[in-house]
């Protein structure tokens, strides 16, 4: 099992903790990613959180996330939680948001409490999902998924809901 980068308030390393055991109804500040990836298209990798996930279960997200590990570069850990999650090889990726940082409580009273840079990749090809990590997944245009949030904001993860229109206005997605 992976161990996961805790901070300080000021985004130092303050010490590290296994993945299992971080998030709780108290998690600490924990270095995570997001990462958003668009087709040759210009449509974004929508997907659905396994049911079996501890937080968020079955919302749909932007393409994936993830928590690098101690000491691990950030864009390496992009890179291969894209493999494990979707089966992808990513090109162009990129930071775009360094220091995108959110608190949210799910219902079932689990914390995230995350420094969370997020990230803009392409790929030319179709994912193979790992249904540990993706129930489903889906090409959409960003339009119509702004649309969505805007009706339906209980349906897509918190920090999707958040990012997603600053990523609009910096002309990302």
């Not at 928590?67 to 894209?82: C, K, N, Q, T």
């Amino acid at each position: 099992m992976d161990d996961v980068t805790l901070l300080a308030e000021d985004g130092t390393a303050v010490g590290t903790l296994p993945k299992q055991d971080v998030h709780t109804r108290d998690t600490p500040l924990h270095l995570a990613f997001s990462c958003y990836v668009l087709d040759t298209h210009g449509r974004l990798l929508l997907t659905r959180r396994a049911l079996a996930k501890k937080t968020w279960p079955g919302v749909w997200t932007n393409s994936f996330c993830g928590h690098p590990r101690p000491e691990e570069d950030m864009l390496d850990a992009v890179r291969r939680h894209g493999v494990h999650e979707l089966g992808i090889d990513l090109t162009d990726l990129r930071l775009v948001l360094p220091d995108y940082r959110y608190r949210a409580v799910d219902a079932s009273g689990i914390v995230e409490n995350e420094i969370c840079p997020v990230h803009v990749a392409f790929i030319d090809g179709r994912p193979s999902a790992n249904p540990d990590e993706v129930s489903e997944w889906i090409w959409v245009d960003v339009a119509a998924l702004v649309e969505g949030i805007t009706h339906t904001p209980f349906a897509f993860s918190p920090w999707l809901v958040e990012q997603l229109p600053i990523l609009r206005r910096l002309g990302e997605v």
